[in-house]
């Protein structure tokens, strides 16, 4: 874990574009209250071939132009065009974003075309030699190994590529087993991967939204906590308050084993996130 400690440790937050105005009022009221953890950034996640774009648009222009907080637009590139990816860019150029989360997405069910950029890299280089270092470029990591990698050494040479194609730091799919973030990072450095990669965090509150989510994205949940979990049945405050325990503990166990800050898969919810983030200590740099 020794080239995490060097980076300062800080928050970030993470919504999805809301699809109505009543979901995008709520929003507006949680980023106001949210806002006492003073995130680094607020990211705005991204509809895999541009199903989200307009309401992307919309929540990162108010992130942006009515609030103090920086917005990171998430950007994916499968079915995308080089000259689609060129126009969203330039408005976000234009909006004075600095950071943009690179990614390649998920092929949408009845798209076939993976249009003009095949994986996240691609995209990285892209905007690199475009827009030089007009953007901060976040990419997504996998301490547990991104499903489609055949092993995890395959996993992590397509990573090291894709750093090395100018990403500046990275974000971790979430993850409830601490030791899976350590030894990815200890694989990292022994193949001179060396960037702030940053875990990804999701407050637990809904057993069933949690196992469903974590089966299509490839997240363990660990047997233990699954029986936990599952055996608070209608209790949803019981659940709601072991779940803060837990990560609030796998939060400060991150932190004081030096990793770069956190970064709260926040959905859309104020006192998930919030009542850990006030619990933890950072390291003061
Ligand atoms: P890549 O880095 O391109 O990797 C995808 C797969 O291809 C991996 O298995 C990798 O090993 C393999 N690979 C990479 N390069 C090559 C190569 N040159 N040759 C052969 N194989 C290769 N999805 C959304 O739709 N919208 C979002 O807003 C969004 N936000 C996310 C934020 C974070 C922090 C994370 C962790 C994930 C997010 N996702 C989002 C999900 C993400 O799009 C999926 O996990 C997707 O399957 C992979 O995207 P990637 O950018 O990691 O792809």
Same mark, same amino acid.
């Given at each position: 874990m020794q080239s995490q400690k060097k980076y300062a440790q800080k928050l970030s937050l993470e919504f999805f574009p809301p699809r109505t105005d009543q979901g995008m009022e709520k929003l507006k009221t949680v980023i106001k209250e949210i806002g006492a953890m003073q995130p680094e950034y607020m990211s705005v996640t991204y509809g895999a071939g541009g199903s989200t774009q307009e309401k992307t648009l919309e929540t990162v222009r108010f992130i942006q132009t009515q609030t103090e907080f920086q917005a990171a637009p998430h950007l994916t590139c499968i079915g995308a065009t080089q000259e689609s990816v060129m126009a969203l860019l330039e408005q976000y150029d234009a909006l004075g974003v600095k950071r943009i989360v690179a990614l390649r997405g998920d092929l949408p069910s009845g798209m076939m075309d993976p249009g003009e950029f095949k994986y996240a890299s691609d995209l990285i280089a892209f905007i690199r030699q475009q827009k030089g270092d007009t953007f901060h470029l976040e990419i997504a990591a996998y301490p547990e190994t991104h499903p489609q990698a055949r092993n995890c050494a395959i996993g992590l040479k397509w990573f090291k590529h894709k750093v090395d194609q100018g990403a500046d730091s990275a974000i971790t799919q979430y993850f409830y087993n601490f030791d899976s973030y350590r030894y990815f990072i200890d694989n990292c450095e022994k193949h001179g991967i060396d960037l702030p990669i940053i875990p990804g965090i999701m407050?637990?509150?809904?057993? *069933?939204?949690?196992?469903?989510?974590?089966?299509?994205? !490839?997240?363990? @949940?660990?047997?233990? /906590?699954?029986?936990? =979990?599952?055996?608070? *049945?209608?209790?949803?405050?019981?659940?709601?308050?072991? !779940?803060?325990? @837990?990560?609030?503990? /796998?939060?400060?166990? =991150?932190?004081?084993?030096?990793?770069?800050?956190?970064?709260?898969?926040?959905?859309?919810?104020?006192e998930p996130t919030l009542q850990i983030a006030q619990s933890l200590r950072l390291r003061q740099d």
């Open positions: 407050p637990i509150t809904n057993y *069933e939204n949690l196992l469903r989510f974590s089966q299509s994205c !490839g997240a363990e @949940v660990p047997r233990w /906590l699954r029986c936990r =979990l599952e055996s608070f *049945e209608d209790d949803k405050e019981g659940l709601l308050a072991f !779940g803060r325990d @837990v990560v609030t503990e /796998l939060c400060q166990q =991150l932190l004081d084993a030096g990793a770069p800050g956190l970064h709260f898969y926040s959905m859309n919810n104020t």
